[in-house]
């Protein structure tokens, strides 16, 4: 059964800092891009960060670019993002998601429609 599991979400205050952590069992998605979507309530998911199956290739919305990072572990199967300088604005709940056709393809992708699989999502408050 394919399952991603996010952790790390929570209340922080603005400027600070977020660890998130995307764990996948079922399967492997070594050989696969993942990536980091959010959705704050009212509004549509939004992109927020992709990798590559190898880490080569990262990705950022305009938003959290220079704040944000990505980052994988394909030996433990699990995807990070890291958030610094955290702002109101980025409360929300975050999904990782994974994709499962291209094999070891380098590109890397933004939208929804281009993810297979999807965590339940962590809730990241920041509060002013």
């Known amino acids: 059964q394919v399952q991603l599991v996010e952790s790390g979400g929570g209340l922080v205050q603005t400027g600070g800092s977020l660890r998130l952590s995307c764990a996948a069992s079922?399967?492997?998605?070594?050989?696969?891009?993942m990536g980091w979507f959010r959705q704050a309530p009212g509004k549509e998911r939004e992109f927020v960060a992709s990798?590559?199956?190898?880490?080569?290739?990262?990705y950022y919305a305009d938003s959290v670019k220079g704040r944000f990072t990505i980052s994988r572990d394909n030996a433990n199967n699990t995807v990070t993002l890291q958030m610094n300088s955290l702002k109101p604005e980025d409360t929300a709940v975050y999904s990782c998601?994974?994709?499962?056709?291209?094999?070891?393809?380098?590109?890397?992708?933004?939208?929804?429609?281009?993810?297979?699989?999807w965590g339940q999502g962590t809730q990241v408050t920041v509060s002013s």
């Open positions: 998601a994974a994709r499962s056709v291209g094999f070891r393809n380098t590109v890397v992708y933004t939208t929804p429609a281009s993810y297979n699989y």
């Open positions: 079922g399967r492997t998605y070594n050989n696969y891009p």
């Open positions: 990798i590559s199956w190898n880490g080569g290739n990262t």
